[in-house]
């Protein structure tokens, strides 16, 4: 789906109390070009509400446990954590991770150890190789989350998206009390996270220069396709990326 502007800025006529509005909020309309008709439609009306920031920290990192769970039946087993320095106990941000690879990836290998002790497959103990992606903005107050995105792979659709230089609608996904959409126009970019099955939840809409996240998305790809080459050669299957393991690695049965 392409999108262009293809009307100027409308600007409100007046505050609710009869003032002229000084910053009156931004109304647009696009048009998208869906195989070979084009419609014409007006963009999100809370791109008036906003925030205003100056940027967004985009972080990776990859979930931890300190049990493993072999089955309801069992009983968990300890799971050593890793020892490096990192600002919470049961995530490794990739920027924490760098200079401590191999301890990330014997942490991973304790796993697969637990999981061929108990015979079992990499679909049954997925769960140990999620990750989270983040957009932070302490300072302002910011926080925005994919709690459905827990492999590189699904969040590299929206990095790559924002990295990119289309313009209009950007991004576009939901699941289960959640959803988040992205446009940009003319630099500016516009992100939102909502909770799509309940009215009285608010969610979350920020507006920022696009060129301040794109560079910081730059290095956050590089380092973190760097870390899942490193496992990968160490552990052998993907799983990180969403990929299908491959046919010798810490889970084979043979």
Not at 160 to 184: I, S, T, Y
Not at 189 to 212: C, H, K, T
Request: glycine share 4%; charged share 25%; hydrophobic share 40%.
């Amino acid at each position: 789906m392409e999108a262009t502007v293809c009307m100027a800025r409308m600007m409100a006529l007046a505050s609710a109390t009869g003032k002229p509005c000084h910053n009156p909020p931004i109304v647009k309309k696009i048009c998208l070009s869906v195989g070979d008709r084009s419609e014409e439609r007006t963009v999100e009306s809370w791109f008036a509400d906003a925030k205003p920031i100056d940027s967004l920290e985009p972080e990776i990192a990859f979930r931890l446990w300190d049990q493993f769970h072999p089955a309801p039946e069992h009983q968990p087993e300890p799971l050593d954590l890793p020892e490096f320095p990192r600002a919470s106990r049961l995530l490794a941000r990739t920027s924490e991770v760098t200079a401590h690879e191999a301890e990330l990836a014997a942490y991973y290998g304790r796993v697969a150890a637990l999981a061929r002790q108990h015979a079992l497959k990499i679909h049954q103990v997925r769960q140990y190789f999620w990750m989270d992606l983040r957009l932070d903005n302490e300072e302002a107050d910011v926080h925005l989350s994919f709690p459905w995105y827990d492999t590189v792979s699904s969040m590299d659709h929206f990095l790559a998206a924002v990295a990119g230089n289309d313009q209009g609608m950007l991004h576009d996904d939901q699941d289960q009390g959640w959803a988040v959409e992205a446009w940009a126009f003319d630099g500016t970019l516009y992100i939102r996270q909502s909770n799509p099955d309940s009215d009285d939840e608010p969610g979350q809409s920020v507006v920022l220069p696009r060129a301040d996240l794109q560079a910081r998305i730059a290095p956050l790809r590089e380092r973190t396709a760097k870390l899942m080459a490193y496992l990968a050669k160490e552990l052998g299957p993907d799983v990180w990326l969403g990929g299908e393991v491959q046919s010798a690695g810490p889970f084979d049965q043979r």
